[in-house]
C-alpha cells in the first residue's frame, strides 16, 4: 500500500509543451504539497494545501497550476515548459496539526528537452 | 525567518565508525526541527523530531539528535555507520506557523 503516490515517475517533454503530474495520499491526511528538489537537491516548496484550500502559495511561476479535487489529491498542471522546470517535484502529505511530519511520494523527475 | 545550514555538503566514514552531520539553525521563535532521510531516486522520510520535549531524541535506524539552544544546534550522529546509512540527510526547522525551511541537505558516504 503505497501512502503517497505520484504519476508519472518519469516525463521527458519538449520546451513548450504542457504536463501534469498527479499526487494522491491514502493516510487520511488533510494537507498537501508540492516540493520542487532541482540538481543539486536543494528542497524548495511550492504549494501547500489545507483541505482543498491553498494556504502556501511561494513565488512559482503562474505557468505552474496546482490543483485538489479533494483532500486526497493534489495535482500539478505546468504550462509552457521552460529548460529550468526540470527537477525532480515531489509531494508529500501531512496533517494540518502535525505539520512537521512529512510523508513523501517518490517523485516525478521532469526532464524538459 | 527561520533558517537552518548544514555545515558540511558531504561526510565520509568508514563503515562501522561514529557519524556526524551538523546543522545549526536560525529562529526568532522556539522552533521544531527534524531530520529527514533521502536514499537515492526515493522521496524523504522523516528520522526524528525535535519539538520542546526531551533535548535528545532518537529517531529510526540508531540515529539520535541533540537540541542545544546556546548554540543553536542539532547535529545528528550514529555510533556506527552501516552502509544503508549512505544517502542524503535534510535538517529542517519548522516555527509556530509551521513554515518548514529545509536545509541543503549533507551527503553520506559509507566506505567498506
Known amino acids: 500500500d503505497t501512502a503517497v503516490s505520484q504519476t508519472p515517475k518519469y516525463l521527458v517533454t519538449q520546451m513548450g509543451n504542457d504536463k501534469s503530474i498527479k499526487c494522491e495520499q491514502n493516510?487520511?491526511?488533510?494537507?498537501m504539497y508540492w516540493y520542487k528538489q532541482d540538481s543539486k537537491k536543494f528542497l524548495k516548496i511550492m504549494f501547500s494545501?489545507?483541505?482543498?484550500?491553498?494556504?502556501i502559495n511561494e513565488t512559482v511561476p503562474n505557468r505552474f497550476s496546482p490543483k485538489s479535487p479533494d483532500k486526497a489529491h493534489l495535482n500539478l498542471h505546468i504550462n509552457s515548459l521552460e529548460l529550468g522546470d526540470s527537477a525532480v517535484y515531489f509531494c508529500a502529505s501531512s496533517m494540518r496539526t502535525n505539520t512537521g511530519e512529512l510523508f513523501f511520494g517518490e517523485g516525478s523527475r521532469l526532464t524538459v528537452l | 525567518a527561520q533558517s537552518v545550514t548544514q555545515l558540511d555538503s558531504h561526510v565520509s566514514v568508514s563503515e562501522g565508525t561514529p557519524v556526524l552531520l551538523r546543522c545549526n539553525y536560525s529562529?526568532?521563535?522556539?522552533?521544531?526541527l527534524f531530520w529527514y532521510v533521502q536514499h537515492p531516486n526515493k522521496g524523504l522520510q522523516l528520522l526524528l523530531k525535535?519539538?520542546?520535549?526531551?533535548?535528545l531524541v532518537k529517531g529510526i535506524n540508531g540515529f539520535e539528535a541533540e537540541f542545544k539552544k546556546s548554540e543553536t544546534s542539532f547535529h545528528l550522529t550514529k555510533p556506527s555507520a552501516h552502509m544503508s546509512d549512505a544517502a542524503e540527510y535534510f535538517c529542517v526547522v519548522s516555527d509556530w506557523n509551521n513554515d518548514m525551511r529545509f536545509g541543503a541537505g549533507t551527503r553520506l558516504t559509507v566506505k567498506p
Open positions: 529562529s526568532s521563535y522556539s522552533p521544531s
Open positions: 494545501y489545507n483541505n482543498k484550500e491553498l494556504i
Open positions: 493516510l487520511g491526511h488533510d494537507t
Open positions: 525535535y519539538t520542546s520535549a526531551a533535548t
